[in-house]
């Protein structure tokens, strides 16, 4: 009788060891992954800011994807996060991040929470993020997973981003993840001097625009080709959440 409780015992002990070693080893694979995503893809291309290589080795993308997805987080190309929108590709979260120039005490806006990985990247580089997402669903999983990631920097909005979010604005920053066909102008309006937007615009080609205020207009620079999803308005989105 002895025996048996002593073999049961053993292996318990064994299963919980073995259990935690995996658990332990999946983490290490992914933090590999992770330098090698920010080596080959980020700094290997011209990413030089270390602020954002730092951010980009410190948040784990692959708690940001469906479970299904893990294994493919740390490749090269953007992922489905569910209601037909996307995670963008880390090279475009590192260049817009670099291109809007963040620094420690911005205060920056986001448009397109999606996941909340572009957010969690800003909040490892800036003051305070405020970000605005139009599907219901995604604003709460977002805003949750970015909670329990511990971050305190960093507001979500449930809402329309052409709108932008006045009770916070000026922004240093304002970073567009989804391309609307123009510049919105009630984002150009909630910049401060000095401000800059970074911006997809464009229906089927598509360019990224860096938008710097002047203390007199706006400096515009179109500056990499990208695909976004397209910036919805309120009416589609309703559409969207009735499928
Ligand atoms: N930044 C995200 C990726 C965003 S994909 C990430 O890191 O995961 C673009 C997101 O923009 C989608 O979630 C989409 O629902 C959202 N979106 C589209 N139009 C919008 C609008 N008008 N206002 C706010 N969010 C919008």
Redesign the pocket.
């Known amino acids: 009788m002895k025996k048996v409780f002593f073999c049961a015992l053993l292996c318990a002990l064994l299963t919980a060891t073995l259990g935690n070693l995996c658990v332990a080893s999946e983490k290490e694979a992914f933090m590999l992954n992770i330098q090698r995503m920010v080596e080959e893809q980020i700094e290997r291309r011209g990413i030089t800011d270390r602020g954002v290589l730092d951010a980009m080795r410190k948040v784990e993308r692959h708690l ?1 994807v469906p479970a299904y997805l893990r294994n493919a987080a740390y490749e090269d190309r953007p992922l489905p ?1 569910g ?1 037909g ?4 590709q880390p090279y475009i ?1 590192a260049y817009m991040t670099q291109a809007a120039r963040v620094g420690s005490n911005d205060r920056i806006l ?12 800003l909040a490892e580089i800036a003051k305070e993020i405020y ?5 219901q669903p ?1 604003a709460d999983s ?1 805003r949750l997973r970015l909670e329990e990631m511990g971050y305190k920097n960093v507001k979500v909005k449930l ?4 709108k932008g979010w006045r009770e916070y604005a000026p922004f240093d920053a304002i ?1 567009v ?2 391309a ?1 066909s123009e510049i919105p102008e009630e984002l150009m309006s909630q910049l401060k001097i000095g401000g800059r937007m970074v911006v997809p615009i464009g229906i089927f080609n598509q360019e990224l625009y860096l938008i710097t205020r002047a203390e007199s207009g706006f400096t515009k620079e179109a500056i990499l080709p990208v695909a ?7 009416s ?2 309703d559409k ?1 959440k009735g499928k």
């Open positions: 940001f996060i209601h929108q996307t995670i963008s979260v986001e448009i397109g929470t999606g996941s909340g990985y572009q957010a969690a990247v970000t605005i997402e139009i599907l995604l977002a809402g329309d981003g052409y970073i993840t989804a609307p976004f999803v397209p910036m919805i308005h309120p589609e989105a969207i």
